[in-house]
């Protein structure tokens, strides 16, 4: 899989590292390209998961970047990232019940 955003800014391809039906799915970054940082290939290594559970009548999406930590230098700027990408999506993808 690959994700390219920004006019170029951004790629990463991931492979499938883990998938458990109706629970978890979690990619590894094999390959990236962030043009905005010094070590490019920050993300390199990194995984990116998504967990799927229950709590009463609501699912819960639990969002992770394993290894997109503080001490990298788009940590800020990745999260901020993320979160507007994952609100997007939500935004478009839920209906309140």
């Known amino acids: 899989?690959?994700?390219?955003?920004?006019?170029?800014?951004?790629?990463s391809r991931q492979k499938l590292v883990e998938l458990v039906p109706v629970s978890r799915i979690t990619w590894e970054v094999t390959e990236s390209r962030l043009t905005f940082?010094?070590?490019?290939?920050?993300w390199t290594g990194t995984k990116i998961c998504f967990e799927i559970s229950e709590q009463g009548?609501?699912?819960?999406?639990?969002?992770?970047h394993l290894g997109l930590i503080p001490a990298v230098q788009c940590y800020n700027e990745c999260s901020r990232g993320w979160r507007q990408y994952l609100d997007n999506l939500l935004s478009r993808e839920i209906t309140p019940a």
């Open 57 to 64: 009548n609501k699912s819960v999406v639990k969002f992770t």
């Open 37 to 42: 940082v010094e070590q490019e290939s920050e």
């Open 1 to 11: 899989m690959q994700f390219k955003a920004g006019d170029g800014v951004h790629y």
